[in-house]
């Protein structure tokens, strides 16, 4: 029998120390009252310790979870983080715990968070490319529903003709008018947080705690983000969808 690796090792001992988060079961908590949390994914690229490790070495002060380690073992990323003290914003709302100036207030925090988020760039050797992780790789795919992955694509033209089901650019071309074509490649590529929805937010005391689930957060035309903010649907709604 082999000799037990570092990643086991480091496994076994998360498996110790923490417990499944219930209906979550990539999720774990830690025990003894440690404040922190475990995300477990089943890849070694585009992953939650990606996305905070790049997030920190921004500089940013945005409210988010810190990254305290992450290993890898058998292909799976094992990632763990600060835990954030609060109840998501979607069950103070429906539990009737945010007033009206409650809910103005998150949503004004939260609009600073993407407005520190809207002054980074892309690294030189992927400037253009979207649809694309922290570690240059793909994120899920609108296309089937986010449950397949895709990307990244080599410009804004690229994306937008995979998504609504061209051959490539060229068919696009044949079909779109040129003032649509010319909107569309005048947008921005930004970092986004593409699944900002009120599960996703962290509040407390009538104000936002933290923003979590970084997982599937990279460059988009910036647009991407107003989508993820304005589409009606569980969890963006009501007053925070109005906002």
Not at 13 to 33: D, G, K, Q, W, Y
Not at 73 to 85: L, R
Not at 135 to 154: I, N, Q
Request: include cysteine.
């Amino acid at each position: 029998m082999g000799a037990t690796t570092s990643s086991q090792k480091q496994k076994l001992l998360l498996m110790l120390f923490t417990r499944p988060v219930h209906a979550t079961p990539n999720i774990r908590s830690f025990r003894f009252n440690i404040p922190w949390i475990a995300k477990i994914t089943q890849r070694t690229h585009s992953t939650e310790a990606h996305a905070l490790r790049f997030l920190e070495s921004s500089g940013l002060d945005i409210l988010r979870p810190s990254l305290i380690l992450s290993f890898v073992h058998e292909g799976t990323t094992y990632t763990v983080m600060t835990y954030i003290t609060g109840v998501r914003m979607m069950e103070a709302v429906a539990d009737g715990l945010l007033t009206f100036n409650d809910i103005q207030t998150i949503a004004s925090e939260v609009s600073n968070v993407l407005d520190k988020l809207e002054t980074l760039r892309q690294p030189n050797c992927n400037v253009g490319k979207v649809m694309m992780s922290t570690s240059g790789h793909d994120l899920p795919d609108p296309v089937h529903f986010f449950e397949e992955r895709a990307g990244p694509f080599p410009s804004i033209l690229d994306l937008w003709a995979h998504c609504a089901s061209y051959f490539d650019v060229e068919q696009m071309r044949e079909e779109v008018d040129d003032a649509t074509l010319t909107t569309m490649t005048a947008d921005s590529i930004r970092y986004v947080h593409p699944d900002l929805r009120m599960y996703n937010i962290i509040v407390r005391d009538g104000h936002l705690a933290g923003i979590i689930d970084w997982e599937d957060s990279g460059w988009y035309p910036y647009s991407w983000q107003v989508h993820a903010m304005r589409w009606p649907r569980f969890g963006c709604n009501g007053l925070f969808l109005q906002y």
